[in-house]
């Protein structure tokens, strides 16, 4: 019996201890391990962009007139709409400035254009990280400012306002390159499809062609 009692209390003794062992301070702590959600390229991404424009004219009708680029800026507002895993839809809405320089008979002249841009265009993923895209742009013309200085007098006349036709229909072309899943590389070419009438008797009729760079931010 009293070797049944002393059998007994060895095995209390030895379940105790290892019970201490598992829930003391030395038991072994669970690890959860996070798993992030996997990034779903197919989701409406939205953002912003804003980048440089190198602005000029290109001549509608006459070839003898030759003009300078300025430099100007665009930003706007970016949407992303996913069609296939290789093609989708963006519009955006842009402010752009253009316009151009030109050396008259003992004058000189600029042109600055303030524009509410609003490029349709379809996108290809090329490979991952590269993009081309393309389609047609409808431009708003919201302000205009002349600058002619006379160098014979050496007075500088400005106008503001604008005359004739103010919305046009223009092409657009260009890539981007990803950085990460949020930030873009932006580059593109556009020009007006249609004539713009010129405020000055001695400038010819003329379309806008623009280069732009600059960087986009894209959220889901």
Same mark, same amino acid.
């Given at each position: 019996?009293?070797? +049944?009692?002393?059998?007994?209390?060895?095995?209390?003794?030895?379940?105790?201890?290892?019970?201490?062992?598992?829930?003391?301070?030395?038991?072994?702590?669970?690890?959860?391990?996070?798993?992030?959600?996997?990034?779903?390229?197919?989701?409406?991404?939205?953002?912003?962009?804003?980048?440089?424009?190198?602005?000029?004219?290109?001549?509608?009708?006459?070839?003898?007139?030759?003009?300078?680029?300025?430099?100007?800026?665009?930003?706007?507002?970016?949407?992303?709409?996913?069609?296939?895993?290789?093609?989708?839809?963006?519009?955006?809405?842009?402010?752009?400035?253009?316009?151009?320089?030109?050396?008259?008979?003992?004058?000189?002249?600029?042109?600055?254009?303030?524009?509410?841009?609003?490029?349709?265009?379809?996108?290809?993923?090329?490979?991952?990280?590269?993009?081309?895209?393309?389609?047609?742009?409808?431009? +708003?013309?919201?302000?205009?400012?002349?600058?002619?200085?006379?160098?014979?007098?050496?007075?500088?006349?400005?106008?503001?306002?604008?005359?004739?036709?103010?919305?046009?229909?223009?092409?657009?072309?260009?890539?981007?390159?990803?950085?990460?899943?949020?930030?873009?590389?932006?580059?593109?070419?556009?020009?007006?499809?249609?004539?713009?009438?010129?405020?000055?008797?001695?400038?010819?009729?003329?379309?806008?062609?623009?280069?732009?760079?600059?960087?986009?931010?894209?959220?889901?």
């Amino acid at each position: 019996m009293k070797k +049944f009692i002393f059998f007994a209390i060895c095995l209390f003794a030895a379940g105790a201890a290892s019970a201490q062992t598992y829930y003391g301070p030395n038991r072994p702590q669970r690890r959860y391990v996070h798993q992030r959600r996997p990034y779903n390229d197919n989701q409406i991404k939205v953002g912003f962009t804003a980048g440089l424009n190198v602005a000029n004219s290109l001549d509608a009708y006459d070839s003898r007139f030759s003009s300078s680029s300025i430099a100007a800026f665009n930003v706007g507002l970016t949407l992303d709409v996913p069609v296939t895993y290789s093609f989708s839809f963006a519009p955006e809405v842009l402010f752009s400035q253009k316009g151009f320089s030109a050396d008259l008979d003992n004058a000189h002249f600029t042109e600055r254009t303030n524009y509410i841009d609003v490029p349709l265009l379809a996108k290809f993923k090329i490979v991952p990280g590269f993009n081309f895209l393309i389609g047609p742009q409808l431009t +708003f013309l919201t302000s205009q400012r002349d600058t002619y200085r006379d160098f014979g007098t050496n007075v500088e006349t400005r106008y503001d306002g604008h005359q004739g036709d103010q919305s046009y229909v223009a092409g657009v072309v260009g890539v981007s390159f990803d950085i990460n899943r949020n930030v873009e590389i932006r580059g593109r070419y556009n020009i007006d499809l249609s004539r713009n009438s010129s405020n000055e008797a001695d400038l010819p009729d003329f379309r806008n062609q623009v280069w732009q760079i600059g960087l986009g931010f894209k959220f889901q």
